[in-house]
């Protein structure tokens, strides 16, 4: 008997989502950073077992303050994403329940089997000196969670609605990956295999060059740039078995492109040999990348822009 699925996997921004999704598929698709709101494209990501194919759909932390056209965007492949799934993994930070959580949980099918992840158990894990107050600690939050969603802050109409399973992790830990894909294993309905063994994700080489430089963007500017950057690939061809990459780093202001230039374009080339690197890894072949950085003033409530990024 074999079995097929789809998971979507859902939460509020900065959960891990996206560690995970990687740690599933077993190799790097989805790009992470400790800004929230990093994923901002449907990610699908595949892994086989003997017995299983689980495809996964990482999808954008759900935004709630800031609702700009982007974010609106963003929030529309998170709805999106529910549709026509047979499990939905919904990732909180184990040991904490707040209002955006509660917000992302009135979001949620009544009708679809929901697996509550606790990610970070290893931070949970550390704030407790004594194991046996640890384990209780977590006993009782996950007797907490056990409640109906609408104990919980969702919507009246939710009081029938309980999480399938819970699962305390860590996305880090190989043990706990393969014990998540066990439950969900469970989850999925007898079917062929949609993608061939060794895929790993539908996404094709242009994008995952996108996705490493803007990763590489969020991770050596940290907080001084806000998130309204993106990547455009504006080259991409073989030559011979060498790659060559030649993308633009669109940016909101001026004083956006000198932060990621840096003083004398240091910060820009440390960005762009990092990538580089990530980008030969990945494709297990040379690259020559070029990057440019440019201002285009609103870019993110452009919907015209957001639709040529896919965005939209």
Known sequence: MFRCGTIAIVGRPNMGKSTLINALVGQKISITSRKAQTTRHRILGIQTRENAQFIFIDTPGFQTRLLNTLNKALNRTVTTALQDVNVV?????????????????????ADIPVVLILN????????????????????????????????????????????????????????????????????LPEAEAVYDPDTLTDRNERFLAAEILREKVFRFTG??????????????????????????????????????????????????????????????GKVFLETWVKVKRGWADDRAELRAQGLE
């Open 223 to 284: 907080d001084e740039l806000p998130y309204t950057s993106t990547v455009v690939i504006d080259q991409f061809k073989m030559d011979g078995r060498m790659r060559r990459i030649a993308a633009t780093i669109l940016v909101d202001r001026d004083s956006h492109k000198a932060m990621i230039i840096g003083e004398k374009g240091e910060r820009l080339k440390k960005i762009s040999t990092d990538a580089r690197i990530d980008m030969e890894k990945l494709f297990d």
């Open 89 to 109: 993994c919904f990732i909180i930070e184990a040991g904490y329940w707040g209002e955006d959580d509660k917000k992302v949980l009135k979001l949620l099918p």
């Open 120 to 187: 970070k158990l290893d931070l949970f894990n550390g704030r407790f000196q004594a194991p046996s107050e640890r384990d209780q600690a977590l006993l009782n939050f996950m007797k907490d969670m056990s409640r109906p969603w609408s104990e919980l802050g969702g919507h009246e109409d939710q009081d029938k609605c309980e999480f399938a399973e819970i699962v305390p992790m860590s996305a880090k830990s190989p043990p706990d990956i393969a014990r998540l894909l066990d439950v969900l294993e469970d989850y």
